[in-house]
C-alpha cells in the first residue's frame, strides 16, 4: 500500500530533520518521546530505528508516555488480539492528550499499512496526528515537518520501499543485537496479513550486512539476531546472487567471540545446504526455529505452506541424523478454519515426532484481507480453546522428558540477566536456544560462559557456573 498525503516531497529527509530540530529547540525544550513498540522483533528492531530518527530531531526517550511530548504507537497486526491491544490503549492515551494536548501521537508499524486503520482514525481516533507504514519510517522527518507546518493529520503507509540504510538505531541491549537482512514476504500464507503489510521480499545487500555485524562485534556486541519473515530465501531479489547460506558462512568467518541467530525459516526453502552450514559453522546456534504450523497435509496445503508433513520431518531428520539432540522449535497454530479432530490429531503426532524443545503457539485468528478469512468454519472457538489446552499438556510432557537429555552436560550460555529466581540466580540461553538458570555474579551478564546442568524441567535447565569468558580467566 502506498498511500500518502502531500508531504515535504520536495524537501529532503534531512533538511526535515533540521527543520524539525529548530523547531522542537524554540517550542519544546527537553522535548521528550516514548515509543512502544508491539509484536515481533522485526517490529522492536524498527522501533529503535524510530528512536534513533527522534534523537537525531532533538528528542530524548522516556519509559512512560506520561511525561511524553510524542507518543509512537509502532504496532503489530499478526492477530485480532494484538489490534485489539492497541486500540484499548489508545484509549488511555486519549484521556491523556485531553490534558496534553500539544503531545503528538502516531501510529506506526504493521496496522499503519493496513487501509482500514486509515478508515478507523478517521471515523474514531481523530486524536491521532499520524499514521506511517512499515516501509514509511525514513519519512518521520518529513512527516513530523509537515505536522508542525499544518497541525492537521498526515499519513504515509508505504509498505514496499527498501529502508534507508543510514538510519541509526537505539539500541536496547548493548549486548544483543538484531539485524534485519531482509524486509517483506512473497508467501502468502492464507491466514497471514504479513505480506499484506511489509510489502514483498527486499534484500540487503550482503556487504552493508557484514559491514554492520562486524561494527557490532568491534562494539562488544555477543548475539547477532538475523531477522527476516523467510531469512531462507535471502538473496534471491539481489543482483549479484548470494544464498542465506552464503551469507551464513561469510558472517560466521568475522573474528571475535559472539553467536549468530536467526529467525524464520520457512520449511519449504530450508536446504541441505543451509542445514549443513548451521551445523558445521561454530558461530552459528545449533538450534532452528522451522515453524510448522500444523501437522495435517490437508491443512497445511490450505494454509498455502507448500510443503507437507513428510517433507518437514526429512529436514528434521536430516538433523537428527547428524546430531541426535539437535533443539528445535516451531510456530502452531489450532482451529485453522474447518480443521478436524483428525487434522489436530495428526499435529499432535508431529509434535511427538519430532520433540520440540519450545513451541510458540497460536488459536487462529481471522485476519480480514486475507484468504482464509472467507474460508468456512464449522469448528467452535470452544473447541479450539480445548485443543490448544491439548496440545499445551503434551508439549509440557514432551518437554519435561526432552529437557532432561542436557543433564549432566556442560552448556556455554550467553548471560542475559537476573532470573525470576532471585537470590543471586542469573540466566541467559545457550548455543541451542535453551533458557539456562545459574548461581553468579552480576557482572557476569553479556559475557558467555559455561555451565554444567544439573537440572531440568520443562521450559529451562538450571546448573553450576563452571567458568567464565575467557577474558575473565
Ligand atoms: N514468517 C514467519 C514464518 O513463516 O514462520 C512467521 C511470522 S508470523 C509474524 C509469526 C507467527 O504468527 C506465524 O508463524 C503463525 O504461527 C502466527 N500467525 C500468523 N497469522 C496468524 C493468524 N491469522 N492467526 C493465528 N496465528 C497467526
Ligand atoms: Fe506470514 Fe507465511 Fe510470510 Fe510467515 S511466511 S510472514 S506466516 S505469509
Ligand atoms: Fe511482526 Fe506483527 Fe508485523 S508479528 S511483522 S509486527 S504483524
Redesign the pocket.
Known sequence: MQETTNLKKNMSVQACIEQVQKLVAVSYPCAKAYVHSF??QLNVSDGEKIKGLLQSMGFSLTKTHEDADLIVFNTCA??ESAEDRVYGMLGVIKKYKETHPRTILILSGCMGSEPKTLQKIRAHYSFIDILMGTASIGELPRLLAAYYDTKKFVYDMDSTAMPSEQMQQIRTSCFKASVPIMYG?N?F?T????PYVRGRERSRKPEVILEEVKALIADGYKEIMLLG??VNSYGKDLEQSISFSELLQQLNQIEGEFIIRFM???PKDATPELLDTILSCEKIGKHLHL?V?CGSDAILSAMNRRYTVAQYLKIVAYLRERQPDFSLSS???VGFPNESEADFQGTLDLIQRVQYDNL?T??????SG?K?AEMPDATTDAEKRIRMERLLTLQREIATKHYRRFIGKMMRVLVEGESKRGDGWLFGKSNEAIIVEFLGDRSLIGTFVTVLITESKNWAVSGRLIEHERKEA
Do not use: E, M, W
Open positions: 509484536g515481533c499478526v492477530r514476504c508467501n500464507c491466514y497471514c496479513i504479513v519473515q523467510n524464520s525459516s520457512h515453524p504450523q510456530d502452531l497454530i510458540y497460536f488459536i487462529y485468528s481471522k485476519r486475507t482464509a
